[in-house]
């Protein structure tokens, strides 16, 4: 009897396809405070067939569960990352994305930290966020006005600070030390 | 909705919704003069002949009316004449006119009493109705409504409300319970609106519109007459005002259904093509001229008021006499004047009767910003062409206290053979503007 | 004929006692006696010419002539006082052989005319009733019409409405709008939506201004910790905020910010796209802002909100607005609001901090962290609707009863009908899907119609109607199936003419002695403004409504019912004149603390004063004198009296010695009488004179020149007037014109107590008062206020009380004016001279019981001035 049972699991696990759901990271666009590690979470129960396994704040990463031939069939890895953008984009009025990951490897980035000042209020941290992070060259961003700070990782050789300054100031953040 | 639909509609509503015919607001209408109306409704249009002539009154050289409102501003400086009176000295903006310059009046000092609240003052230019700015507002008849009451029955079109402007809901017109009359935005549409030929059946369900309406007015009119049979004779005197009434309307439906079953005019020129960018507003303005043009010389209407919005350059009027800024702005505004100066002179290019299109039609040109930068609504810099007037001068007024705008008004609508001595705010005719 | 010179002065004996016993002939030889030294072709004083005088009262003009010199006799006027009194007996039969002439002449000439002539509805008249035929409540339709005029005070005089082919095709289109909103083409009602909005909607003014902190986020009466108040710096970027949720998360907003040229707060998140009846709830509450800190508030400050109508596809802003009313948000503890309105298509509701200052500086250094002041908090605004008792609605069982709704499918030959679609509003409120075009179905459509039509036509005609009338509106609806329509568009053609026939258009009254609904229609639109309603209709039809205790009952009962605040604002409206309350602007340097609420609340007053007189069948002394007011909060302030709170009104035992309470001293009276920026004793005394007191004084005569006198060395208005009377010729009018209006010099423009001027430029710096501490003052006391003055007969007063107490003694003559304004808006028509009769017994008898304003109506309602054409 238990050779029977075993034989039949044996066979379900073999005519079950191995397609399974896997952990894949991705870039996320929106981390720009602690605090959005729990909106990412609540953004993400809402997402079918999609699930949330880890958030690296530091690397603005997280890693999901979901298979992707099955939710994006025939799409390239390029076009998989843009349907996965709109998707979470529509599930958070656009203050999360994901966008592709940095060809550059982490040393050669280099790190702005731009002293602002401004309300200690999330949606202000948005828009200061939102006024640089789509710079080319801002592989990802932080703005956060408690700490008074905006700090970027950027590819040098196609950005530099005054280009984020002038782009914060002409947003409306106040630039300088406090 | 198809623009002939709208179209047919559109002449239905204004048909109807429109007030035809004379102005029941002011007191000072002698009675005979409504009464007079009758025979004017059945008048034929100017422009074309039409079989049962015979012994129709051939109806006088009609005059029109254009009302244009730039809605942020003209920059005083280069706008208003130092010296009053005849021989001023062209300024910039005057100069781009100079060859009509005996064709406009030029006025300073004046204002709409009462109306203030900055931007909110744009939808009062033609209204004059104070105080558009406060909670509960509401807005007055506009000088061109009330025209198209009386002489609006003789076209098509008893008024064409039109806005070059991009996503703000600007109009000039408003009917007499303070509601903005939409305008038409895309000169496509309107030219298609005036000449191009509606769709069989859609002219066949407006007619028949009509024709129930006529109906109902026949059975209606019957049971006047029954309930005429009881009563006393000082009451039957009474009655017999609703009963003219009921014969009057009816003679205007059936003007309108006549007007169904002739074709548009034909013209030569093509349907404009609109222009998207709101930028351009200088190339948008000169479509619109364009189109109003063809409107006023196929007799298609003969009032007309049209929104200049340029609310793209609204961060420059804010100029806070920054020279660069400054200069920026006033090429701009030169563009508009060149607009002004290409339609003014076509107009006064064109015959009709002995005389130019322009001296039968008045063009009313201004602004509700006196000083854009400081959102003064005074001093509001105004022109007026054509249209029958004495011109060629600066008729300058008082600075400090300014002269109402609403008495040119009053003369715009003596000048269109309207009886009134009161619009609005505005008490009397213009001091200092003749009539010829 | 030579008589013996002794016979001769006893035949003048003879002739004078015979002229004192044959009345007819007496005429000469009073004229003669007390009139001809002064007025005859040589000396012409005054213009008049007596001795050229013929009784012949035949036209208009010598009527008038006829009639002004009885009134100068009767009131002892004429001859004048420093002359030798007629005798009773000359006195009397002069005035009865004049009195004769005039009604002789008058009586020939209502012969022909009528006195009350065939009048239609007036714009009021009309919506009202469309509004209760349908069972519309919030129908507009006044709006679109053109305007009446105004005959003898009111616009319900046949002289003031006329009517042409424009008011025609302006009924047309009303009967359309009307029919189309009452028509159901749908078989369910609409969804009923349930939406709770918050003030800083989406893409709303208010979002916009919280982030520069002309307001705040509250969370449990404290700074919502989530959306820190502006300070130092200011939130950016009001698109990032709302996808944020920074105003959705159910935080209260607090507004320190005025309604101004720049900024409007409106509910925009609901538009209205089905008409009908809403449930509005607001919970409101106001607070005192101090750099970060909620505090107690100085005290109950007030919101408005109204109906706002936005234009075409529902973006643009702001046209027109109906104020719904003013509640009270009382300081740290929300007080919850419940009002249920009609709203048409588009409209949304609007909020204004009304008590709030205007300009109050919230855009400092340090913004709203660097503010102390008030604030009004809202919760929220939670709106439900349409809510349909029935379906199809009431409306649309008026005109096809309970015929049911089926879907409607175009035959061959039938004219197709096209769907009207329901149009997205710009409110996150959405249309129910179409359930395609539902049209109502009759068997026997002849029937039907007959039927329905026996129903709807007395009603809207207000009277029964025969069969041969009714069977002419059939014939029509036959000849409409036949020509293909359906039954609702057939029935619609005759419904449409039904409303724009005459018997709808008019009122209709056919015999002299009116019937009985004639009468009822006279009772509902005098007290309600419209058609009777079934009970009126009922005992019309009974024929019950002329027995006195039957009608006494109507009268209370219409009184009663709330729709009588129609008479109570159409009344007063013209009466007094409040309909151009609106029609000047209070200067704003002079006058600083003007403000809507002010302007609303003084309009309030005077309703709710007058219907407390009539509530209370007070006397007519109480039209210019009272120990008692009906204020609010705002005008308590205005007129210095304590101890009121909040924006309602109610009745107030005013301070011994306050001029307040009465028509004469209330603001509204005050506003109406000045203009802008001064006021002047002669319209205020011309007002007083016609419209409390019923003596129209003499428009200035025309073929005097007009004398300029020398106002050099003038300095105040009364001054120059002085000047004005030390020539005789205006003295005559003016000696009644300007004690009034010298009393009531004592009040300013907007109806403030003044002992000095204000000014700008000289004077002396006026003091705050109770005016807002926020409010700039720029205006100086100037000269002194003199509101003392003499009447006419001498008796003089020295400040406004004296005044009041003067005229209110004068209750016989404040009480019949006021009979003669009731009487004209009633009977609506103008009052004759045979009509002075009947008024001063109608008078006699409301005095004998205690001379009530309320009594006063009900001996109107019961005489044959009103129950006669």
């Excluded at chain 3, 083409?185 to 609409?190: A, V």
């Excluded at chain 3, 205007?358 to 809202?378: D, H, S, Y």
């Excluded at chain 3, 109502?440 to 041969?468: C, M, N, W, Y």
């Amino acid at each position: 009897m238990r050779i029977l049972i075993m034989l039949g699991t044996i066979c379900c696990l073999l005519v079950t396809p191995i397609a399974s759901a896997q952990p894949i990271k991705h870039q996320i666009t929106g981390l720009f405070m602690p605090e959005r590690e729990r909106d990412l979470r609540e953004v993400c129960d809402k997402l079918a067939d999609i699930k949330l396994v880890s958030i690296n704040y530091k690397n603005a990463e997280a890693t999901f569960d979901y298979v992707p031939a099955k939710l994006f069939p025939k799409q390239t890895p390029e076009q998989i990352v843009q349907k996965l953008d709109n998707l979470l984009r529509s599930a958070s009025n656009s203050t999360f994305g994901v966008k592709p990951r940095c060809a550059l490897p982490a040393d050669k980035l280099t790190f702005v930290e731009i002293p602002a000042g401004g309300l200690d209020c999330k949606a202000c941290c948005l828009t200061a966020y939102e006024a640089i992070y789509k710079i080319d060259g801002v592989e990802r961003a932080t703005a956060n006005f408690r700490d008074g700070k905006i700090t970027a990782w950027i590819d040098s050789r196609k950005t530099d600070r005054p280009t984020l300054e002038t782009a914060l100031k002409n947003r409306g953040v106040t630039i300088g030390k406090r | 909705m198809q623009p002939i639909t709208r179209a047919a509609s559109l002449t239905l509503a204004c048909g109807l919704g429109t007030i035809l015919g004379l102005s029941m607001h002011s007191a000072s209408i002698p009675r005979r003069t409504f009464l007079r109306g009758t025979g004017v409704a059945l008048a034929l249009p100017w422009l074309e002949s039409l079989a049962p002539a015979q012994n129709a009154p051939r109806p006088a050289v009609p005059r029109r009316m254009v009302a244009i409102e730039t809605n942020m501003g003209i920059l005083p400086q280069f706008f208003f004449p130092a010296t009053a009176g005849r021989n001023y000295a062209l300024t910039p903006y005057l100069n781009i006119l100079s060859r009509v310059r005996d064709k406009f009046t030029v006025f300073s000092g004046v204002s709409h009493p009462g109306v203030t609240g900055a931007h909110a003052a744009e939808k009062c230019f033609l209204t004059g109705t104070p105080h558009p700015e406060r909670g509960g507002f509401r807005n007055g008849i506009s000088l061109d409504q009330l025209a198209a009451e009386s002489v609006g029955n003789h076209t098509r079109f008893p008024s064409l409300t039109l806005a070059m402007s991009g996503e703000n809901n600007q109009t000039l017109s408003f009917t007499r319970s303070g509601a903005p009359i939409p305008a038409e935005r895309s000169s496509n549409r309107l030219f298609q609106r005036l000449f191009v030929q509606g769709r069989q059946d859609e002219i066949a369900a407006v007619v028949e519109a009509l024709r129930q309406q006529r109906s109902l007015l026949d059975f209606v009119a019957d049971q006047s007459r029954r309930l005429n049979r009881t009563l006393s004779r000082a009451d039957q005197l009474r009655l017999d005002q609703y009963l003219t009434s009921v014969r009057e309307l009816e003679q205007r439906l059936a003007a309108m259904e006549q007007w169904e079953h002739r074709p548009r005019p034909r013209v030569t020129a093509t349907a404009p093509q609109d222009i998207d960018d709101n930028r351009e507003f200088v190339r948008k303005t000169r479509l619109m001229f364009d189109v109003v043009k063809l409107a006023l010389e196929t007799d298609s209407s003969r009032v007309i008021s049209l929104f200049i919005d340029t609310t793209v350059i609204h961060n420059l009027t804010h100029h806070g006499n920054r020279p660069e800024v400054l200069a920026d702005l006033r090429a701009k505004e030169e563009g508009q004047f060149e607009a002004l100066d290409g339609f003014l002179r076509s107009l006064n290019d064109t015959q009709e009767a002995g005389q130019s299109l322009l001296d039968r039609t008045m063009v009313l040109y201004g602004t509700c910003m006196g000083s854009a930068n400081s959102h003064a609504n005074t001093n509001l810099p105004t022109l007026l062409a054509g249209g029958g007037f004495r011109h060629g001068q600066h008729l300058a007024f008082d600075q400090q206290n300014n002269y109402p705008l609403t008495n040119l008004f009053v003369s715009m609508l003596q000048r269109l053979g309207i009886e009134t001595n009161e619009f609005s705010s505005g008490r009397g005719t213009m001091r200092g503007l003749e009539m010829v | 004929m030579s008589q013996p010179a002794n016979i001769y002065p006893i035949a003048v004996a003879i002739l004078t006692a015979l002229a004192c016993v044959v009345p007819a002939r007496a005429q000469t030889p009073f004229f003669e006696k007390h009139c001809h030294a002064c007025h005859d072709t040589s000396s012409k004083r005054g213009g008049l010419d007596l001795t050229a005088l013929k009784l012949d009262a035949s036209n208009a003009e010598q009527f008038a002539h006829l009639l002004k010199i009885h009134d100068r006799i009767e009131s002892g006027e004429m001859p004048p006082k420093n002359k030798p009194r007629p005798t009773a007996e000359e006195k009397s039969s002069s005035l009865k052989t004049l009195h004769d002439v005039l009604v002789k002449a008058e009586s020939a000439k209502l012969a022909n005319d009528g006195r009350t002539r065939l009048r239609r509805l007036t714009r009021v008249e009309y919506e009202n009733t469309m509004r209760d035929l349908f069972d519309m409540p919030g129908l507009l339709l006044q709006g679109e019409l053109p305007a009446d005029g105004s005959a003898h005070g009111f616009d319900n005089n046949s002289d003031a409405l006329d009517i042409s082919h424009v008011n025609l095709a302006k009924y047309l289109k009303a009967a359309d709008h009307t029919l189309t909103m009452a028509i159901a083409t749908q078989p369910k009602p609409p969804s009923v939506t349930k939406q709770r909005i918050s003030l800083a909607n989406p893409h709303g003014f208010v979002a916009h201004v919280l982030l520069h902190g002309d307001g705040v986020l509250l969370k449990n009466k404290q700074p919502d910790p989530e959306f820190p108040p502006a300070g130092e710096h200011m939130h950016i970027d009001q698109g990032a905020h709302e996808r944020m949720g920074a105003f959705r998360n159910g935080s209260s907003v607090g507004l320190f910010r005025h309604e101004d040229e720049s900024f409007h707060p409106y509910f925009i998140e609901f538009v209205t796209i089905y008409p009908g009846n809403y449930r509005i709830r607001t919970s409101l509450w106001s607070f005192q802002w101090d750099k970060g800190k909620v505090l107690l508030a100085r005290g109950t400050e007030a919101a408005r909100l109204s109906i706002v109508q936005l234009t075409g596809d529902g973006r643009g802003g702001g046209h027109p607005s109906t104020v719904l009313g003013y509640y009270d948000a009382p300081s740290l503890n929300e007080k919850v609001h419940d009002i249920t309105t009609w709203l048409n298509k588009n409209e949304i509701v609007g909020f204004n901090a009304a008590s709030l200052a205007p300009g109050a500086n919230t855009r400092g250094k340090n913004r709203a962290m660097g503010f102390v002041g008030p604030g009004i908090a809202c919760d929220y605004l939670d709106i439900e609707g349409p809510l349909h008792d029935v379906w199809p609605p009431r409306a649309h069982q008026i005109l096809f009863g309970d015929l049911p709704l089926v879907e409607f499918k175009a035959k061959a030959g039938t004219p197709k009908r096209k769907l009207v679609r329901q149009e997205m509003g710009a409110g996150k409120n959405r249309p129910d899907p179409s359930l395609g075009l539902w049209t109502v179905h009759s068997d026997q459509p002849l029937i039907d119609a007959d039927r329905l039509l026996g129903k709807f036509l007395p009603r809207a005609f207000r009277r029964p109607v025969t069969p041969e009338i009714r069977k002419q509106y059939v014939a029509k609806v036959e000849e409409r199936l036949k020509a293909g329509e359906c039954f609702e568009l057939a029935m619609r053609w005759v419904y449409r003419a039904a409303l724009l026939s005459p018997d709808f258009l008019y009122h209709i009254e056919p015999t002299e002695k009116i019937d009985d609904h004639a009468l009822a229609c006279r009772l509902s639109y005098f007290f309600w403004r419209t058609m009777p309603d079934e009970k009126l209709m009922h005992l019309a039809a009974l024929g019950k409504l002329r027995d006195g205790v039957v009608l006494r009952g109507e009268v209370e009962r219409l009184l009663a019912d709330g729709k009588s605040q129609r008479f109570v604002e159409d009344f007063l409206g013209q009466w007094l004149k409040l309909r151009s309350i609106a029609a000047t602007d209070p200067d704003r340097k002079l006058y600083p603390e003007f403000n809507m609420y002010l302007q609303d609340s003084t309009v309030a007053e005077t309703r709710a004063y007058f219907r407390e007189l009539l509530d209370k069948n007070l006397d007519a002394s109480y039209l210019v004198k009272s120990d008692f007011a009906l204020l609010n909060e705002r005008l308590a302030v205005h007129y210095g009296i304590e101890g009121v709170s909040g924006s309602q009104i109610r009745r107030v035992s005013l301070p011994a010695g306050s001029p307040r309470g009465a028509f004469l001293t209330q603001a509204s009276i005050l506003r109406i009488t000045a203009n802008g920026t001064t006021t002047s004793p002669v319209p205020r005394g011309a007002f007083v004179l016609d419209r409390l007191l019923g003596q129209p004084p003499e428009p200035p005569p025309p073929n005097i020149p007009a004398i300029e006198p020398d106002v050099r060395g003038a300095k105040t208005i009364r001054e120059q007037l002085a000047k004005h009377r030390d020539n005789p010729s205006c003295a005559s009018c003016h000696a009644k014109i300007d004690p009034p209006g010298f009393a009531l010099e004592a009040f300013d423009v907007i109806g403030g107590f003044r002992t000095r001027y204000r000014s700008i430029g000289a004077g002396d710096p006026a003091p705050r008062g109770k005016i807002d501490p926020f409010i700039g003052i720029q205006f100086k006391l100037g000269p002194k206020v003199d509101a003392s003055g003499t009447l006419p007969d001498g008796r003089e007063f020295l400040a406004i009380n004296d005044y009041q107490n003067l005229i209110a003694a004068d209750r016989e003559r404040l009480l019949k004016n006021l009979a003669g304004q009731f009487a004209i808006y009633g009977a609506a028509r103008n009052l004759t001279f045979s009509d002075r009769a009947p008024i001063a017994t109608i008078v006699a008898n409301t005095n004998k019981q205690g001379g009530g304003i309320r009594t006063l109506i009900h001996e109107l309602t019961q005489s044959a001035l009103f129950q006669t054409r």
